[in-house]
């Protein structure tokens, strides 16, 4: 048994363990590029005639080091990227990585986005083709919402009950839960690369830069400290982020039949894009500045946000296979 987390900028897998990989490549020239010293390296890679493409957490250090050599990735806003023409290799080779090979015919549950409210895209394509991938390994493969997933470890102290919210790269993944029940998932098409992007044409910087700068956590979001003009830029779109998404949060309860819960319930966070320091504090400081159609008991965020999806996806697979 084994859980999945295939997220825009990660994919976590857990089974007792955890391992984790970086959604992302870069390409090279493959005439001009020493293959055999990339094998000797273990650094993983796909050939497709003549672009070599580097996969995963070293594409990721490659990137910082070639500034003319973007960090590409085969997922986009959560789904699979329809302008990388060798996606589906590249996540086959990350997925393969990560799981192995199965001759048991193993449980998977692997997390999928929510249909977003802010755009119009279907997760159906997306989910048919992970499923695809990780059954071609030898596995049996099932979804389940990245939200729901979190909620599994978030909302376990309170009768998984309340809004889990997963902030990713590509998306905002939310689930209204009750009494353990999804009640409503949705997801909206902006997250941790839409900070990235923003601060890179307002700065100057590479995306790839600017996402480096706000994942290294050498400075907090939080109050008006010096920081440096990509550091006060990523502070700006971390607030237009969270109040983007809580006003889509709210609108939710506004129009949708959503339960009337009888009492106060919490919001928990989770996600690769929750992990800046400082995030929580500026959650709540934008949350209190609108009223919120119901009242809400707290808001934490998880332990080990990053990995928390794929151990919900994990404990839904032990549960299935009891």
Same mark, same amino acid.
């Not at 409210?117 to 083709?129: A, P, R, T």
């Not at 009750?178 to 998932?185: F, I, N, Q």
């Not at 609108?251 to 919001?267: G, L, V």
């Given at each position: 048994?084994k859980g @999945?987390d295939?997220g %825009? &900028? ?12 970086r959604n *992302?490549?870069? %390409? ?12 000797n ?9 003549n672009? @070599?493409h580097?996969?995963?957490?070293? *594409?990721y250090?490659?990137?910082?080091i070639?500034?003319n050599?973007?960090?590409?990735r085969?997922?986009?806003?959560? +789904?699979?990227?329809? !302008?990388?023409? =060798?996606a ?8 393969r990585? #990560? ?10 549950? $692997?997390?999928v986005p929510?249909?977003?409210i =802010?755009?119009?895209k ?5 989910e048919?083709?992970?499923?695809t991938?990780i059954?071609? @390994?030898?596995?049996?493969?099932r979804s #389940?919402?990245? *939200?729901?997933?979190?909620a599994y470890?978030?909302l376990?102290? $309170? ?5 889990s919210?997963? #902030? ?6 939310v689930?209204? +839960?009750?009494a353990?029940m ?6 909206t ?12 044409r =307002? %700065?100057?910087?590479?995306?790839a830069k ?6 290294? &956590?050498? $400075?907090?979001i939080?109050?008006?400290k010096?920081?440096?003009m990509?550091? /006060?830029?990523?502070? !700006? ?6 109040r $983007?998404?809580i006003?889509n ?5 506004? /129009?949708t039949? %959503? ?13 690769? !894009?929750?992990?800046?320091d &400082?995030f929580?504090?500026?959650f709540?400081e ?5 009223g ?14 990053? !990995?928390?999806?794929?151990r919900?996806?994990?404990?839904e ?5 009891d």
């Amino acid at each position: 048994m084994k859980g @999945l987390d295939c997220g %825009t &900028g990660n994919f976590v897998a857990a089974n007792g363990g955890i391992t984790l990989q970086r959604n *992302a490549f870069i %390409t090279l020239d493959a005439e001009t590029t020493n293959v055999r010293q990339l094998k000797n390296m273990n650094v993983p890679y796909i050939q497709a005639g003549n672009r @070599l493409h580097i996969v995963g957490r070293k *594409a990721y250090e490659y990137a910082q080091i070639f500034n003319n050599k973007d960090l590409r990735r085969p997922m986009a806003q959560g +789904m699979l990227s329809p !302008t990388e023409q =060798d996606a589906l290799p590249i996540l086959k080779e990350i997925i393969r990585e #990560l799981l192995g090979k199965s001759n048991e015919k193993d449980l998977v549950i $692997y997390s999928v986005p929510g249909n977003p409210i =802010d755009k119009e895209k279907s997760v159906e394509y997306h989910e048919d083709v992970l499923r695809t991938i990780i059954e071609s @390994l030898g596995y049996r493969a099932r979804s #389940l919402n990245e *939200a729901v997933a979190l909620a599994y470890i978030g909302l376990v102290d $309170y009768e998984l009950t309340g809004i889990s919210i997963s #902030l990713g790269s590509g998306m905002c993944n939310v689930g209204i +839960m009750y009494a353990g029940m999804s009640v409503l998932t949705f997801s909206t098409t902006k997250g941790g690369d839409w900070i990235d992007e923003n601060v890179a044409r =307002d %700065t100057g910087t590479s995306k790839a830069k600017a996402q480096y700068i706000k994942e290294n &956590g050498e $400075y907090s979001i939080v109050g008006n400290k010096d920081r440096t003009m990509e550091q /006060s830029a990523i502070k !700006t779109y971390y607030e237009a982020l969270i109040r $983007y998404l809580i006003a889509n949060v709210a609108k939710q309860f506004e /129009s949708t039949d %959503t339960p009337n819960f009888p009492k106060p319930i919490p919001i928990v966070l989770g996600g690769g !894009t929750s992990m800046v320091d &400082g995030f929580l504090e500026v959650f709540e400081e934008q949350f209190t500045q609108k009223g919120f159609p119901i009242e809400i008991s707290k808001i934490e965020i998880v332990d080990e946000p990053l !990995t928390a999806v794929a151990r919900g996806c994990l404990i839904e697979a032990e549960l299935e296979e009891d």
